[in-house]
């Protein structure tokens, strides 16, 4: 599986974003997505996680109520649109994929599949 985020940019705060990542192959539906992010100088940390028939969504306290994760595996896509955007949201935004829930959610390592990441600026 191959994967590519986009949609990143530059927004103020309080803005809104959706970023999207693309999957080749015809097993995008055998995977659990995520969404990671990396802010400079700090360890890449968990986002959110959609399960394979999107009947779990999980995310990370920072986000929750103003992040959605969603996907279509009929386009091979999971999107994440993010509303109420802050500063501390400014990070390289990566999506992922793996076969394991636990793996994705914990973020211990071991992950199959990283795209590239796209950049996120959140202006104060």
């Known amino acids: 599986v191959q994967l590519q985020a986009f949609g990143g940019g530059l927004v103020q705060a309080g803005g809104s974003l959706r970023l999207s990542c693309a999957a080749s192959g015809r097993t995008f539906g055998y995977y659990v997505m995520g969404w990671f992010r990396q802010a400079p100088g700090k360890e890449r940390e968990f986002v959110a996680a959609?399960?394979?028939?999107?009947?779990?969504?999980y995310y990370a306290d920072s986000v929750k109520g103003r992040f959605t994760i969603s996907r279509d595996n009929a386009k091979n896509t999971v999107y994440l649109q993010m509303n109420s955007l802050k500063p501390e949201d400014t990070a390289v935004y990566y999506c992922a994929a793996d076969q394991s829930w636990g793996t994705v959610i914990t973020n211990t390592g071991g992950i199959d599949y990283w795209g590239k990441g796209t950049q996120v600026t959140v202006s104060s």
């Open positions: 959609i399960s394979q028939g999107s009947s779990s969504m």
